[in-house]
């Protein structure tokens, strides 16, 4: 049973990325699919939408991303550590080559998303679906997709308002950062800056 999902609305989907989380990638296309985790992925733009994430060209995820033109980047949490760890050091190809794949050799839930092909992994806190944005010498040169958000979800557990809400929420619903060699930190205690005196607000006088 799936939490309390909340849809997202798409100029405040960059707020689920903007803390830097390790994230999940899955695509699907011509009845194959894979999901693979990822560290680097940012957001770009508010409205409408972008997001950027590296795939490397020798993995079967960027094999289904380059064919099927979408994506879906999801926020796995503390309890998928091992989950996270496996599927993005395991070859989605050689389990496709024997009609597998790494869901049902792995037994993952999946639900169907709003606007794009890929599965939606159940159990993470976040997701987005994405439709690349073509750029094919960018993504020839430095394997970098860049893709617009055409829906995003979020558990309402961790956030609420806009924010994240790691706080208040079960550790073990807190988003995962990669340090290397199978190592993640998670989120700590929120601390609110305050503006202090003297200077002007704003992003245009930044």
Do not use: Y
């Not at 997202?8 to 296309?29: C, F, I, K, M, Y």
């Not at 860049?146 to 994240?164: T, Y």
């Not at 989120?187 to 005196?197: C, E, I, K």
């Amino acid at each position: 049973m799936h939490p309390p999902l909340i849809d997202v609305p798409l100029p405040q989907a960059s707020r689920l990325l903007n803390h830097g989380p390790t994230v999940l990638v899955s695509a699907a296309h011509g009845g194959q699919r894979n999901i693979m985790a990822a560290a680097w992925a940012m957001p770009l733009d508010f409205d409408p939408p972008k997001v950027a994430v590296v795939i490397d060209k020798a993995t079967f995820t960027r094999q289904l991303i380059d064919a099927s033109g979408s994506l879906v980047l999801q926020l796995p949490c503390a309890a998928q550590a091992d989950l996270c760890f496996s599927v993005g050091n395991s070859s989605g190809a050689a389990l496709a080559a024997a009609g597998d794949d790494k869901f049902k050799r792995l037994g993952l839930a999946t639900f169907g998303g709003k606007q794009v092909q890929a599965p939606l992994l159940a159990g993470c806190v976040a997701w987005l679906e994405c439709r690349v944005i073509p750029w094919p010498a960018v993504q020839a040169a430095h394997d970098l997709f860049l893709a617009e958000v055409v829906a995003a979800q979020v558990d309402s557990r961790v956030f609420s308002n806009g924010r994240w809400q790691f706080d208040a929420a079960p550790a073990d619903l807190r988003t995962l950062h990669h340090l290397g060699g199978g190592r993640f930190v998670l989120p700590g205690q929120a601390v609110q800056g305050q503006m202090l005196p003297g200077l002007q607000t704003g992003p245009a006088a930044a």
